[in-house]
């Protein structure tokens, strides 16, 4: 990703940018497109969404322009000044030229009429804040007053005003700053970084939805672990995602030391990365260790253990999706991914037993894909020789998973016998005796003790189902509950 040599005209060769030129020479209006368009445009990446400045009433224009396109889907934002119109599938922004000012307690701003120039100044960064018109006189003439193009070739990352200007009028561009790096792969000028340190407590003003979306987009670049880093290294993670930060560190008792858990972590999402463009697994890969910090424990004779962890952090996802206003439907996918990551390496350690891949692949149901993707990531030791037997372990636990869901068709597996089958065949009202024998039903079909069919389930459970309810009611522990050693590959 190279950019051109300095140019004064780029080639607009969108067919709706010109339409909307058109507009603008019948109206007399100035009208340029701006920022993300445009760099990426000059870096030879993929363009999307468009962002549109004129020298005037940018909402005025707007309504224009859909009314020509014979558009009713015009959406205007009165306290930022601004309209979003989807247009062929792209999303359309349109604003005025202006200067902004923000209070020191909100992000909604001032905003006055200002120049092209003025516009480009109060954009986040350099790489940003070129424009390319649409008037048809100068269709295509580049405007760079902060040299963003420079900016680009020397892949640096700088602000158009002093950096802390920039971030006081809307420290959301501290956040901005750590995905563009991630997503350009681009350094971060130091004053920058400076500027994010001193004012990262800033971002407690800006909406928890607007934080999240950046950390997201962060996530979806191809190298995550260059935002994150950053993120640390300024004390912007410590404010916006706080566990994920405390996992970094490394303690040391006798001869014994344990790996940086944060840096670990980072290897791990980039392996993940390059295997599935899945946010959510890339989600849980960040948040896989996430409780060993709480469950960092030393054993005289053994070393430092983490017993748990899989649990514990299981346990902590909810709160942090709350917190962080994600979207709580994938809640129950990070939280199983987590839980369960290290489980078919513990396979390798008891045993595959068939009834074993069984409660596993029942347990992962359709995402236990996903699983394996994140175990061949979680394996970053230095030693090779142990890389290559784990790499081995998990193969051999795949191809046994493999044949043994080709055999009983575990995976997607509900239960024969519903509830209430089970209330009706055993004369019981709604109770939790009831899933407890339709637990014992499970647990006889994933141990090979029945077939996975419908009539020896009824059967089987006809002959468990007095001794049951008359002894007490004791339900199997999960593994996860009796503490699991920690796994080699981390």
């Known amino acids: 990703m190279e950019v051109k040599q300095h140019t004064d005209h780029?080639?607009?060769?969108?067919?709706?940018?010109?339409?909307?030129?058109?507009?603008?020479?019948r109206d007399a209006v100035r009208a340029f497109v701006v920022g993300g368009y445009v760099r990426d445009l000059l870096l030879g990446r993929h363009v999307t969404d468009i962002d549109i400045v004129v020298v005037g009433d940018g909402v005025a224009f707007a309504r224009k322009v859909a009314e020509v396109f014979g558009r009713a889907n015009l959406v205007v934002y009165e306290t930022f000044g601004t309209a979003m119109l989807t247009l062929n599938e792209a999303k359309v922004e349109f604003v005025g030229a202006r200067k902004e000012s923000y209070s020191k307690e909100s992000r909604k701003p001032a905003v006055a009429t200002g120049t092209l120039e003025d516009d480009l100044s109060?954009?986040?960064?350099?790489?940003?804040?070129?424009?390319?018109?649409?008037?048809?006189?100068?269709?295509?003439?580049?405007?760079?007053?902060?040299d963003g193009q420079g900016d680009m070739r020397k892949r640096m990352l700088r602000t158009p005003l002093e950096p802390t200007a920039t971030f006081d009028d809307d420290p959301l561009r501290i956040m901005r700053a750590m995905r563009f790096a991630a997503q350009l792969e681009f350094e971060v000028d130091p004053a920058v970084l400076g500027a994010a340190r001193e004012m990262a407590n800033r971002l407690s003003i800006v909406s928890?939805?607007?934080?999240?979306?950046?950390?997201l987009k962060t996530l979806k670049s191809r190298k995550?672990?260059?935002?994150?880093?950053?993120?640390?290294?300024?004390?912007?993670?410590?404010?916006?995602?706080?566990?994920?930060?405390?996992?970094?560190?490394?303690?040391?008792r006798k001869d014994h030391h344990h790996k940086d858990v944060f840096r670990h972590t980072l290897q791990v999402l980039d392996k993940v990365c390059q295997a599935t463009d899945n946010v959510w697994l890339r989600l849980a890969a960040l948040l896989h260790d996430v409780a060993k910090p709480r469950t960092k424990a030393f054993v005289e004779g053994t070393g430092w253990t983490f017993h748990g962890h899989e649990e514990v952090g299981a346990r902590m996802i909810k709160p942090m999706f709350k917190r962080m206003r994600l979207p709580m439907e994938h809640v129950n996918y990070v939280e199983k991914i987590v839980r369960l990551h290290l489980r078919p390496m513990a396979l390798v350690d008891e045993g595959v037993s068939d009834s074993a891949v069984r409660r596993l692949l029942y347990e992962a149901g359709e995402d236990i894909d996903d699983l394996m993707r994140l175990c061949r990531a979680d394996i970053t030791s230095k030693n090779v020789r142990l890389v290559e037997q784990v790499r081995k372990n998990y193969e051999y636990v795949a191809s046994r998973m493999e044949e043994i869901e080709k055999k009983d068709k575990i995976r997607n597996w509900q239960p024969p016998l519903r509830g209430e089958e089970i209330m009706e065949i055993c004369?019981?009202?709604?109770?939790?005796m009831v899933g407890i024998l339709k637990d014992k039903v499970t647990d006889a079909i994933l141990d090979g003790l029945i077939p996975n069919e419908h009539d020896a389930a009824k059967a089987f459970l006809l002959s468990i189902k007095d001794e049951v309810i008359k002894g007490p009611a004791i339900k199997r522990p999960r593994r996860s509950d009796l503490g699991v050693l920690d796994d080699p590959t981390s």
């Not at 390319?132 to 007053?145: C, R």
């Open 122 to 146: 109060r954009r986040d960064f350099t790489v940003n804040a070129i424009a390319a018109s649409l008037n048809a006189d100068t269709y295509g003439h580049v405007e760079d007053p902060f």
């Open 10 to 25: 780029i080639e607009l060769e969108e067919t709706l940018l010109k339409r909307i030129g058109q507009i603008a020479d």
């Open 224 to 252: 995550p672990s260059i935002g994150l880093q950053l993120m640390f290294d300024t004390g912007v993670l410590r404010v916006v995602f706080p566990e994920v930060a405390q996992m970094a560190g490394v303690d040391q």
């Open 427 to 432: 004369g019981l009202p709604q109770s939790p």
């Open 208 to 215: 928890q939805e607007r934080v999240s979306e950046e950390f």
